[in-house]
């Protein structure tokens, strides 16, 4: 008796033999298969030896006889005859009846098999030559399924004396030939004429030949022109046919007018080019392909859609065509403005806490130079930095809000307030506190080199905020490549933003105590301030459950610097610890914000908050998502806004929290479609959404119209308070926005 190893070993072994032949059996017939079908594709005969012919002519007709190989056929409407030597005309070719074919490729035809006969009459001139060059158009099949290209074939027929009693019948044969049966190009076939109807609406016409017809689900206009937006082409009604290519489709026949609205910003005349793209066929069985066309339309001078015009377009026109003083300043002045926007005050601890480092040495002169070169470190870096990122096509705003570069940053001004704090000075390891220690002088203690990096780094990340004049100098860049005149007006613009800066660093010397115990209390209250910093930026990338602890920790430090700062004999001594308990308490109240799921540190607790309705927000990531939801809102004749919002984006939150809780805004957005974009992660999915708006980063709120056309000069970027988006809303959402006045 077998053991049950070898029992096993048999049975293994079996297996392997039966697997053995199987594999065998489907390579052979893997094999065979291959190598059939390669003798069947050798098997295919040249068209010279499948379709044979021989030509001859009695001086008043031609006569073609073919002899086509058993398993091929000619298709009839794929065949003619035409004459290449001048004087001699060819007029309408004689066919045999022939055989109906069901056609894989072209539907219902004709064919012929075997051996058949054409002629076809000639027309000659007086001194026309004795020997015809002959042209043969002709076009086959096998029946095993082979297709070849039409071929034209080229031979010379001798001709022998034609009669004159047929000069006239074979002259009128030739017109009809030349009207009838040769198809036409298709520049003569469809003709089109594209002209202004107006500053903002174009007008293309077909003229399409008799017997031809074109497709209208065939039919599109595009164009790469900038700041211009095409609405959806106006076609009138077609005529029904059932297409041997296509099924049934809706056709033009003898005239088609469409009309193509256009939106765009700019008021002055226009040079549009459009890229046309349009399929038609003949009656008699020859289908075109697609045909592209590219016209250039006229437009005259116009208000633009609706009169209105963004204000990132009409800074963008300012910096391209404006006089560059006029720029520089202008953006000067806008950049000022900026600097007192959320995205900008949070440099100003930062530059105080930096020349309150320096001690009781600081002078005015001095905190002035480190306030320059903290200003200057910050403009050169962010117009560096916009200006290549912009003409890369990329989104700088959300390259530097990665998570890990945040954190990393925020934990720079823990150091820092940490340093300001003294507690460096406690029992650390020697290396650990040596080098903390060198970072926080090197960083806050006055030295010009990492003031400089600090205004670098803090361009890169604590000024996050997309306006429209960042909008317009970053297209200007990215659209134009002009990076000198974009390059200027970036400048400038952050020059505007770190003029308080300056003023900061003017008066540091005058407002700073010099000397006694009041320097330390204010080197700890920039390091609160810096800590709030830090968890301003972390509350972009946490879970909202974690911002309001985030913000208590600088709200539990004030406390303790304020409560600690002087003794009980003091003057301020009450009004500095009420200060300071109203901020424990305003602390304590962050916390139990969290617990009861709150998010806002202005309104911590969830019933502070109001009973403010939220907008019903339907979130896309893809553009394939958008094009889904703009086909339905088209079909439905709805209005639709996609707002791009990221957690990061500090005038995101403003929008969320004081316009789209406004009754007006609501008002203004009913019976619209309303779509976010939420490009936090800024993956690959939110910058290609990104990058087919050309937009640079959130917040952008983009309008469509009923008819399913982006209203571009309606954009908004930046932040709007709800008055001012209200009325713009209601206007860009308008029905009547598109049409023509």
């Given at each position: 008796m077998k053991s049950?190893?070898?029992v ?7 297996v392997?033999?039966q697997?053995?032949r ?12 291959v190598?059939g079908?390669?003798m ?6 040249p068209p ?17 006889r073919?002899?086509v190989?058993?398993g ?9 005859l035409?004459?290449?030597t001048p ?5 309408t070719?004689s ?6 074919h ?5 539907g ?5 098999r075997?051996e058949?006969t054409v ?5 000659r001139?007086?001194d ?7 042209e043969?158009r002709?076009q086959g099949?096998a ?10 074939w080229?031979?010379?027929?001798a ?12 002259l009128?044969?030739a ?8 198809f036409?190009?298709?520049?003569e076939?469809?003709?089109?004429e594209?002209?202004?109807a ?6 293309l ?6 017997g ?11 164009s790469e022109?900038?700041n211009?937006?095409?609405g959806?082409?106006s ?7 059932t ?11 003898g ?8 939106a765009?910003?700019?008021?002055e005349?226009l ?5 046309v ?11 075109y392909p697609?045909i ?10 116009g208000?633009?859609a ?7 377009d ?6 391209r065509?404006g006089?560059?003083?006029?720029v520089?300043?202008?953006f ?42 903290y200003?200057?470190g910050?403009?050169f ?10 003409a890369?096509g ?5 390259v530097f ?15 820092l307030?940490?340093?300001m704090?003294?507690l460096f ?14 970072l ?7 030295h010009?080199?990492?003031v ?8 890169l990340i604590?000024?996050t905020c997309?306006?429209?004049?960042l909008v ?8 134009s ?16 933003m770190?003029?308080?800066l300056?003023?900061?660093?003017a008066s ?7 000397v ?5 209390v204010?080197k ?8 709030a910093?830090?968890a301003?930026m972390l ?6 459950s ?14 303790w ?6 003794k ?5 001594a009450?009004?500095l610890?009420t200060t ?22 202005l ?6 908050r ?19 939801q703009?086909a339905?809102a088209?079909?439905?004749g709805r209005?639709l806004?996609?707002?791009?919002y990221?957690d990061w984006?500090v ?5 969320e929290?004081?316009?789209?809780t406004?009754?007006?805004?609501h008002?203004?957005l009913a019976?619209?479609v ?5 490009v936090t ?5 939110d910058?290609a959404?990104?990058k087919h708006?050309g937009?640079?980063?959130p ?5 469509y ?10 954009r ?13 809303a ?6 009547e926005?598109?049409v023509?006045?």
């Open positions: 049950g190893r070898g096993r070993s048999h049975f293994g072994g079996e392997m033999k697997a053995f199987t594999w065998t059996v489907l390579f052979l017939g893997l094999a065979w298969a190598c079908a390669a069947a594709a050798e098997e295919f005969l010279e030896q499948a379709f044979r012919y021989t030509v001859e002519s009695d001086g008043d007709s031609l006569t073609v073919w002899t190989a058993p091929y056929y000619l298709y009839r409407s794929r065949m003619g035409s004459s290449a004087g001699i005309t060819i007029g070719p066919y045999p009846e022939g055989e109906v069901r056609d894989d490729y072209f219902e035809q004709v064919i012929f075997d058949f002629t076809a009459p000639l027309e001139a007086a026309a030559p004795r020997e015809l060059a002959l043969l002709l099949c029946d095993a399924g082979l297709c070849y290209p039409p071929m034209t080229d031979t010379k027929v001709l022998p004396p034609a009669s004159a009693a047929n000069a006239a019948s074979i009128e044969l017109r009809r030939a030349s009207n009838e049966d040769e036409l190009p298709p520049d076939a469809f003709r089109l594209a002209v202004a107006g500053p903002d609406r174009v007008r016409v077909w003229t399409i030949a008799d031809y017809y074109l497709y209208r689900s065939k039919l599109a206009v595009s022109a900038e211009v937006q095409l959806q082409l076609l009138p009604a077609g005529k029904t046919k297409d041997e290519y296509f099924g049934t489709q809706e056709v033009y026949y005239e088609l007018e469409a009309t193509l609205p256009v765009r910003a700019a008021t005349a040079e549009l080019p459009l890229a793209t349009y399929q038609g066929c003949a009656d008699a069985g020859l289908c697609p592209t066309k590219t016209v250039s339309v006229s437009l005259p001078p208000t633009g609706g009169g209105f015009v963004s204000e990132q009409r800074l963008a026109a300012l910096i065509e006089n560059p003083f006029l520089l300043a202008t000067f002045g806008l950049g000022l403005l900026l600097a007192f926007t959320p995205c900008v005050l949070p440099m100003v601890p930062i530059l105080s806490g930096i020349i309150a480092g320096h001690g009781t040495r600081v002078t005015t002169r001095r905190a002035f130079a480190l306030s320059l070169t200003v200057l910050m403009a870096t962010y117009t560096l930095a916009g200006a290549l990122f912009a890369a990329r989104q700088v705003q959300a809000q990665q998570p890990w570069i945040v954190t990393l940053f925020a934990g720079l001004f823990v150091v307030a940490l340093s704090f003294g000075n406690i029992q650390m390891p020697a290396a650990i506190q040596t080098r903390l220690a060198n926080s002088n090197r960083q806050s203690a006055g010009f080199g990492g400089a990096v600090m205004g670098a780094l803090s361009a604590v000024t997309v306006a429209p004049p317009a100098t970053l297209a200007v860049i990215g659209q490549g002009d990076m000198v005149r974009g390059g200027a007006a970036l400048f400038a613009m952050s020059l505007g770190g003029t308080p300056l003023a900061v660093g540091a010397g005058k407002l700073l105590p010099r006694g115990p009041w320097m330390e204010v700890r209250s920039f390091g609160v301030l810096m800590l910093v830090a301003w509350a972009r990338i946490v879970p909202e974690l911002t309001l602890l985030l913000w208590a920790v600088p709200a539990f430090c004030a406390a610097v304020l409560w600690t700062a002087v009980r004999t003091s003057k301020t009450f009004a610890r300071g308990a109203a901020a424990g308490l305003y602390g304590v109240v962050l916390v139990a914000g969290a617990a009861l799921g709150g998010s806002d540190p309104a911590p607790l969830p019933m502070m109001g009973q403010h309705s939220e907008l019903p927000f339907t979130t896309i990531k893809s553009v394939s998502d958008l094009e889904q703009l339905a088209r079909a439905s209005p806004m996609l707002d791009f990221a984006c005038s995101c939150k403003e929008m929290r004081y316009t789209f406004d009754e007006a805004v008002e203004a019976g619209a309303l779509l976010r974009a939420d992660r800024n993956d690959a999915e910058q959404l990104l708006f937009i640079f980063g917040p952008t709120i983009v309008f119209g009923p008819d399913g056309t982006e209203r571009r000069n309606y908004v970027v930046g932040y709007m308070k709800a008055p001012e988006f209200a009325a713009l209601r206007e860009a959402l308008a029905r926005t598109l023509a006045r």
